[in-house]
T-cell receptor, first 113, second 109 residues
Framework: SAVISQKPSRDICQRGTSLTIQCQVD?????MFWYRQQPGQSLTLIAT?????????ESGFVIDKFPISRPNLTFSTLTVSNMSPEDSSIYLC??????????FGPGTRLTVT | QKEVEQNSGPLSVPEGAIASLNCTYS??????FFWYRQYSGKSPELIMF????GDKEDGRFTAQLNKASQYVSLLIRDSQPSDSATYLC?????????FGTGTRLQVFP
């Protein structure tokens, strides 16, 4: 597997502000993914982030709300913009090490007040 | 709509028993299947993957795949209280994973 870190691990933010979540992996990977997991729910894919190309967003998620950067093969950021209480969730990054095998970071617990 | 279905549970089994977790999927084109374990407050951890019909064993875990029936299962032998967690089934579809809602397993002493 790989060592994946996320920062911050948790945050409490006011509505209308933005938060950038960082994801760092200890090896070079082509594909990184961002998920959201609301309490008691399963994982919902927000977008796929490949280095050197624009992120691919899933239905219901837009770049203006969740801009993603992927500057190199070990790092990605997800920004949650203009936050509302509905954005309160756990945000997870994952990396694909081998064919479709994804490994997750520890997550960022976001609370919007 | 590509779907992955799991019984939410909880599935309660006594320590030492076999826990059987099931998952069905809708897309016949899917070729890769994964089981993740998620402890409360933690992120999902990949524990098994299977690509071919039949059984795949790894320690106390056995994954079973039947593509004709579009069915994946995970058996946990000699269940321990430390196996108590939510188990997520994930199915590959067009270069991404579709996750089920998970089955909560409780192993009681």
């Amino acid at each position: 597997s790989a060592v994946i870190s996320q920062k911050p691990s948790r945050d409490i933010c006011q509505r209308g502000t933005s938060l950038t979540i960082q994801c760092q992996v200890d090896s070079q990977v082509t594909m990184m993914f961002w998920y959201r997991q609301q309490p008691g729910q399963s994982l919902t894919l927000i977008a796929t982030a490949n280095q050197g190309s624009e992120a691919t967003y899933e239905s219901g998620f837009v770049i203006d709300k969740f801009p993603i950067s992927r500057p190199n093969l070990t790092f990605s950021t997800l920004t949650v913009s203009n936050m509302s209480p509905e954005d309160s969730s756990i945000y997870l990054c994952s990396v694909e090490l081998r064919s479709y095998e994804q490994y997750f970071g520890p997550g960022t617990r976001l609370t919007v007040t | 709509q590509k779907e992955v279905e799991q019984n939410s549970g909880p599935l309660s089994v006594p320590e030492g028993a076999i826990a059987s977790l099931n998952c069905t999927y809708s897309d016949r084109g899917s070729q890769s299947f994964f089981w993740y374990r998620q402890y409360s407050g933690k992120s999902p951890e990949l524990i098994m993957f299977i690509y071919s019909n039949g059984d795949k064993e790894d320690g106390r875990f056995t994954a079973q795949l039947n593509k004709a029936s579009q069915y994946v299962s995970l058996l946990i032998r000699d269940s321990q209280p430390s196996d108590s967690a939510t188990y997520l089934c994930a199915v590959e579809n067009t270069d991404k994973l579709i996750f089920g809602t998970g089955t909560r397993l409780q192993v009681f002493p």
